[in-house]
């Protein structure tokens, strides 16, 4: 099948020098939103799928954003001359042998199991995606026949009486079969009040040559919607996050409040997850059976293992963490971070880039960067892993069952030995023997007869 979307509006209400379709709807562009739902039903139906984006405002940016993305054509319109003149640009791009689906870039929340409807009805016609609304104010009414078939689209300015008491409308977005489109985009008209080619003048030519156009309606009224303003912009955030708390609900977690819960990409949840509110989650982050999360956490690209407790105001990014393992609160772990089975790190712990074997603890205002820890290890409250040396960065091992007391400082490149000790307030700056304790700091010192210096008045 052939797809068109439609992306080459300014977007002036929203105030912004990003071209509409970029403005990010649940941490992704809008435009990114609508090739998503579109290619999902394509890989249903089979067969090869053709993308085309219709650019214009803002091109070089909406190319660059989508620059990894193979399986889409951009094509230029300008001047933008109405949606008509838009499709038109794309008419060389669209493969006759296929049907061709019309979208909008900026109508982001439209459900791929709508348009698999809106395709079915289709059959060898038309269909456009209708929605019924309680004001149906401003936009183009649809008119049925006795069987239902729709017979034209009319214009809230030029509806009578009656048919402005209509409240299905139209969404603009629509299918039909490539040849006939292109036959009927050839003979649209600008002889209008904007001077423009509207492509919804392509339903009356095809009620005139005698092809039934379905009208499909859309079973709920909040995909249909699109976006002018930042305003608009924010209440599909929240239909977005309505949807997102309903699926990870359905899949077996609780949320504290469905109402403080953000989503910005894909959140895979097990059963009798517990999450409390104002916690967000960025890129892929799955939740294993039993995880509970604290408020006001914020995860990206993070696996939590079964029974694993992160409590409130944690900072987890790119991390690993096994099953029944202990975080926070106030914790934060940077990217390549692994966490093993039963791992404590608690209240204002960094962790960076390091590996930290089963029941390994540490607990208090301590960092750990490009380490390599083994089972069992305790870190003191104020330990340091001194791993950068001004200009490249150096990896530590600490051994099992090892533990360094507080304030220790180990300088990497460094070995700490299996089962060793390190004194408390100890800077370590060569290997730490296994099985020994090792103290590496000033002898105490106290100067008598020394005053303290007093402020000059």
Not at 79 to 95: E, K, N, S, W, Y
Not at 179 to 201: C, G, I, P, R
Not at 205 to 225: F, M, N, P, S, Y
Request: proline share 4%; hydrophobic share 45%; with cysteine.
């Amino acid at each position: 099948m052939n797809i068109v979307i439609l992306a080459a509006g300014q977007g002036k209400r929203m105030r912004s020098r990003l071209p509409k379709v970029l403005h990010c709807l649940a941490g992704r562009p809008m435009l990114a939103h609508v090739i998503a739902s579109a290619q999902a039903v394509a890989a249903g139906r089979g067969g090869p799928t053709r993308t085309v984006v219709v650019i214009g405002h803002g091109a070089e940016q909406v190319r660059d954003a989508f620059s990894d993305r193979g399986d889409v054509d951009f094509v230029l319109q300008h001047p933008q001359l109405g949606t008509g003149h838009a499709v038109m640009q794309a008419a060389p791009r669209i493969d006759d042998a296929w049907p061709t689906l019309v979208l909008y870039g900026d109508v982001p929340l439209v459900r791929a199991e709508t348009l698999r409807r809106l395709l079915d009805g289709a059959g060898s016609g038309v269909a456009v995606l209708t929605v019924r609304l309680p004001d149906p104010t401003g936009y183009g009414r649809i008119v049925r026949d006795w069987h239902g078939n729709v017979l034209r689209i009319v214009e809230q300015k030029d509806a009578s009486d009656e048919e402005q008491r209509i409240d299905e409308v139209n969404t603009g977005i629509l299918v039909a079969p490539s040849v006939k489109l292109k036959a009927w985009l050839a003979k649209l008209s600008n002889n209008n009040a904007q001077q423009e080619y509207y492509l919804t003048d392509v339903v009356a030519q095809a009620v005139a040559d005698g092809v039934r156009v379905a009208g499909i309606a859309a079973a709920d009224a909040d995909e249909t919607l699109g976006v002018n303003s930042k305003a608009q912009l924010a209440q599909l955030e929240r239909v977005a996050q309505a949807r997102a708390a309903a699926a990870a609900m359905d899949a077996g977690a609780t949320l504290a409040d469905p109402a403080r819960f953000d989503v910005r990409g894909e959140l895979t949840v097990g059963a009798d997850v517990f999450i409390d509110v104002n916690c967000v989650f960025e890129g892929r982050v799955s939740l294993a059976d039993g995880v509970r999360i604290g408020p006001n956490c914020w995860l990206r690209d993070c696996a939590i293992g079964a029974g694993t407790e992160v409590q409130g105001f944690c900072h987890l990014e790119g991390a690993t963490i096994g099953a029944n393992a202990r975080i926070g609160p106030f914790a934060r772990l940077r990217p390549t971070t692994t966490l093993a089975d039963e791992v404590h790190i608690g209240n204002f712990v960094e962790v960076k880039n390091s590996q930290l074997d089963s029941a390994s603890k540490a607990n208090h205002l301590s960092y750990v960067g490009d380490a390599t820890v083994g089972r069992n290890v305790n870190i003191g409250a104020g330990t340091i892993v001194a791993n950068y040396d001004g200009a490249n960065k150096h990896r530590t091992v600490i051994g099992d069952d090892a533990h360094t007391g507080s304030n220790s400082v180990l300088v990497a490149p460094i070995t700490v030995g299996a089962g060793a000790t390190v004194g408390a307030g100890s800077t370590v700056t060569r290997e730490v023997p296994a099985g020994q304790l090792t103290v590496a700091r000033a002898k105490q010192v106290t100067v008598r007869g020394w005053t303290r210096p007093v402020k000059k008045k």
